[in-house]
């Protein structure tokens, strides 16, 4: 069973930054897909970044591009370095899995992390 774990969630002012961390346990295929998705109450979730474990490639949404960057540390801990905060980035932010490289569908996802940003 794969489980995922956020943490790293805060409050920060605007133009700060912060760094989630998210981590994996219990998949056995080496060539997954694993990301970071944000939702806000009463609007639809959104995509913020992917990567495929296999090749290592990286995939951004609009709204993190050139502020936020997805790293691996290792085998089970994905971060979603973000900065440069806006209050726009105020949200719920999840960390998702899909049991392929082809980044759908997201089969796992975990709890998720609390980001405010202060304006």
């Known amino acids: 069973q794969v489980q995922l774990k956020e943490s790293g969630g805060g409050s920060v002012q605007a133009g700060g930054s912060l760094r989630l961390a998210c981590t994996a346990s219990g998949y056995t295929a080496d060539n997954i897909c694993i990301g970071w998705f944000r939702q806000v109450p009463g609007e639809e979730r959104e995509g913020v970044a992917a990567?495929?474990?296999?090749?290592?490639?990286r995939f951004y949404g609009d709204s993190a591009l050139g502020r936020f960057t997805l790293s691996r540390d290792n085998a089970e801990i994905l971060y979603l370095q973000m900065t440069d905060l806006k209050p726009d980035d105020t949200a719920m932010y999840y960390c998702?899995?899909?049991?392929?490289?082809?980044?759908?569908?997201?089969?796992?996802w975990g709890q998720g992390t609390h980001v405010t940003v202060s304006s």
């Open positions: 998702a899995a899909s049991a392929n490289s082809w980044c759908a569908p997201w089969n796992y």
């Open positions: 990567l495929r474990t296999g090749l290592g490639d």
